[in-house]
């Protein structure tokens, strides 16, 4: 498996941080977040698909996503990137497409350590904690899949 920890912390914001470190270069990795071409095979919870990710990766640009559950109910999430520092940081909104939904702040981040990428992953502000763990899988099971992407197209270059 190529990360080596996952750990949910909580803080006066009630956010949400999942660090996860990769074996690849952190170029790589910030790559695989900018193009939708690679965000449609990993982006949502295990069993998912991504019939359509579209992404202005630029800093004003926005991205929508719609991701579907293995039962087939679709469930759309878009938002603005805000801050694009390649290959260390990437800042965007994220909103599920719903009436109540809540506008929340994603920023990514890169950091090599030895040639591998220790990936920050820090989502707020959530209104409860409850729904803040109600991320928790779901954002897991996501970089779960992004590994596996990743061991893919460095298996596919080797």
Known sequence: MTHDATTGTVDDEIS????????????????VWSSAEHLVRWWGPKDF???TFK?????????????RSP??????CSGTYREIVAP???VFTFRWEQEDALDTLVAVTFEDVGGR?????RQTPFRTVADRDS??????????RLATHINNITEDHA
């Open 117 to 121: 990428t220790r990936l920050t992953f």
């Open 88 to 90: 260390e940081r990437i």
């Open 16 to 31: 949400l941080e999942i660090v996860r470190m990769f074996n690849a270069p952190p170029a790589l990795v910030f790559r």
């Open 49 to 51: 698909t991504v019939p």
């Open 71 to 76: 039962e087939g109910t679709d469930h759309g």
């Open 55 to 67: 992404t202005d990766f630029r800093e004003g640009g926005a991205w929508r996503a719609c991701i």
């Open 135 to 144: 991320h928790v899988g779901g954002w897991s099971e996501c970089l779960d």
